[in-house]
Structures are given as structure tokens and as C-alpha cells.
């Protein structure tokens, strides 16, 4: 074991073979608290999805760019159900879809998070609503990212339900998609 609390691997030409080292790496770091991998080379969502089981510390993470596939991110945000500490999630465009953002909203019971960016990770209106049901319990969240993933009134307003809760919020994000009057309007 060692005492690594940060690990940044940002913005480096990490393959098949790194994500699986830093994976394996993760288990040795029982006091991680801060992981950011975003800007790689290729997707590592399936490699880290195990591992991050086992980083129970873990606060923030930061995998913007990284996850290519909606079956990795999915797999990536399951695997963050035992870091019940979370409270800083950058996932920017890993292709999340509705499903991640859906299993998002399952994952993230419990949390304290303060900013959760899920901008161009195509969510869409189901994955909105998804989010604005348990945003009732994230009275701390600061910052929430959710820019071009094309949300409609729809999503919109399935996103509203929960954000009267959020009473700490000073940034929602929701440039880029096509919500009209009635969705501005439930905002």
C-alpha cells in the first residue's frame, strides 16, 4: 500500500496497456482521493470500471475524453457505487447515453456531490429525468454541467423536479440543447 492521495495522468498517450497498469495501481492506493485520466489517447472506462471498486476514498474523478463507448461508461459509473465519498464528477463527453445516466442517478445516492459535469454525454430527456429524481438529495451540489446532451422540454422539465432541493447550486449548465418556452419555463 502507499499514501497517494492524487494521481493525475491527464493529457498523456496512455493505451491498452497503461489503463491496465494504473487499474491494477488502484488497488495499492487505499487513500486515493482525487483521480484524473481525462484527455487520453484511448478509451481505459472498462479497465477502470473494476478497479474503482476497490478506491473507497475516492472524492474526484476526472475522466473527461477518456470513455469512447456507452457500454465503458455504464461500467464506469457502476463501478463508482462503493466510493460512497464522491463529491466531484467529471465525466464530459464519455458517451454516457441515457442508460449511464440512469445508472448515474442509481449510483449517486448517498453522495454529498458539489459539481457533476455530464456535458456532450448524450443523455438526453431520459437521463435527465433520471438525474432530477434524485437531485432532491443533493442539497450540496454547486455546479451542474449538462450542456449539449439534446435535452427537450421533456428532459427539462424531469430535470426540474429535483432542483428546488439543490439550494446550493450556482451554475446549471444547460447550453446546447433544445429546450423552448415550456422547458425554460419548469427550469
Do not use: F, K
Not at 93 to 110: E, F, I, V, W, Y
Not at 152 to 180: D, K, M, P, Q, R
Request: glycine fraction near 14%; hydrophobic fraction near 45%; charged fraction near 20%.
Amino acid at each position: 500500500r502507499n499514501s497517494i492521495q492524487t494521481l493525475d495522468m491527464s493529457s498523456n498517450d496512455i493505451g491498452g496497456d497503461g489503463w491496465r497498469e494504473i487499474a491494477g495501481a488502484l488497488g495499492e492506493c487505499a487513500q486515493l482521493v482525487a483521480l484524473t485520466v481525462a484527455d487520453n489517447c484511448e478509451d481505459g472506462a472498462s479497465a477502470l470500471a473494476a478497479a474503482l471498486g476497490r478506491c473507497t476514498a475516492l472524492e474526484c474523478l476526472n475522466v473527461e475524453g477518456v470513455v469512447e463507448e456507452r457500454a465503458g461508461a455504464v461500467a464506469l459509473i457502476d463501478g463508482l457505487a462503493r466510493c460512497s465519498r464522491m463529491r466531484d464528477l467529471n465525466l464530459h463527453s464519455s458517451d454516457a447515453g441515457p442508460d449511464g445516466a440512469q445508472a448515474l442517478a442509481r449510483t449517486m445516492a448517498g453522495w454529498e456531490l458539489q459539481q457533476l459535469v455530464l456535458s456532450y454525454c448524450d443523455i438526453g430527456d431520459a437521463g435527465a429525468s433520471a438525474l432530477g429524481a434524485v437531485l432532491g438529495g443533493c442539497t450540496r451540489l454547486q455546479h451542474l454541467r449538462l450542456g449539449s446532451n439534446t435535452i427537450s422540454c421533456a428532459g427539462a422539465t424531469g430535470l426540474a423536479v429535483g432542483l428546488g432541493a439543490c439550494v446550493s447550486l450556482e451554475e446549471l449548465a444547460l447550453n446546447g440543447n433544445t429546450i423552448a418556452d415550456e422547458g425554460v419555463d419548469a427550469v
